[in-house]
């Protein structure tokens, strides 16, 4: 019988336990949290707000978060900072290795965190922890371990309120092609032999790899080369199932979840690689899930897919422009920097995985930008434009707006938030 704080007697045998208590992941340094917070999606809050909640979050208002799977810590970590900063909330953290637990409690200690509750046990046995429901579920980068990936998002949809939803994170097969090959030959060198043994021979054999490999050949499959614990996890790991976009659908389908978002939103839209209208008319009338697929059989460079989702039956939950008192949020960027050498034909360049993008941004991006800092409204960034140029309708500086955030949110760089009196 599982126990809030203690592993149930399948988890002592799984493989996967083993592994994460010999080689805690990702590999973290407590006191590291002195110098930097380490922010990433899923589970940014400014993306949580804007994919989950229409933009409309008070986190002051009892909000919940479930980091699944929590490994060293740094969604928890990064959560309950975010969270710490905006009065209120509370993140509860579960993982199957003490190990990695006591990590993600140092650094909770060292930043002096005390809104995380952490507990030892397999997300499988959420429903019956008694932990209560959820606003937020974050499980990144751990159902595509379970031996039953399926049982483990229901579970998830068990502990989450109707309300609420889930940033998600899977390995994608197309991005990772070479990974999967040299786990099989490392399987058949040395599967007995103990761990520690494995990452040497895993080293080795790295460094005899021909040129024509696939892993050789791919530049952006690098984890390896972090650290013991980032090797084994991507080479030698016990259990590993990647996910192409269809099945991350069918995944959350069958846990009465539906995807609101993948991102980066830009990565998933087959017109971010190819102009040509004769062959984007016809995947025109597909639905989201089937021109995201599209994007990633023609992208192939997807190592992993972030989705945000949430209960099927919820309405439309990702921000949008409704009214002029929404807030531009950006997010990993400096918008006045972005700014900065902005000419007639403005461009925002960014590189997906060795993919480069020159998005083309409207004349007036550059003000716009120099006026975004996460505080103003759009009204009054709308306001301070004009006022620098009488001939400008305010109509036409909306509509170049509304062309700015859709490029830098196709990139996950600015989100859409609205003020709390509002909510
Ligand atoms: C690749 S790590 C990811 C850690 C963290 N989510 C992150 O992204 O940094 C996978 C984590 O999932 C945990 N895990 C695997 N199976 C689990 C299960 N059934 N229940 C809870 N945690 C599990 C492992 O112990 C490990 O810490």
Redesign the pocket.
Known sequence: MPTVDGTSDA?DR?P??AQ?EAY???SRDPKDEKTRLIEGSPSHLDEIRHYLFGGRLDVTADFRAL?????????AIMLAQQLSDAGGGEVVY????RK?REIAEARAAARGLSNIAFHT????DLPEMDLGAFDYI?????LH??EDPAA?AMALRRVLKDGGGIGL?VYAPFGRTGVYEMQAMLRTLGGDLPLAQRVAQARRLWDKLPQTNWLKRNPFVGDHKRSDAELV?LFLHARDRPYTVPEVAGLLDGADLRPAAFVEPLRYDPATYMKDPALLKPLADLDPVGRAAFAERLAGNMKKHIVYAVPKGRADTVAAIEDDTVVPVPSGLDPRKAAQGMGPNPLLKANFDGQPLRLPLPRLAGPLLVRIDGERSLGEIVAGVMAQDSTLEAKRVEAQFAETFRAFNGINRMFLRYPTSRM
């Open positions: 988890d799984d996967v336990l994460y805690p992941y990702p980091v699944a799977g929590g490994g060293t810590g740094d969604a579960v993982d199957l290795s990695a046990g397999s997300l499988l974050d499980c990144c980068g751990v371990h379970l483990g994170m996890d």
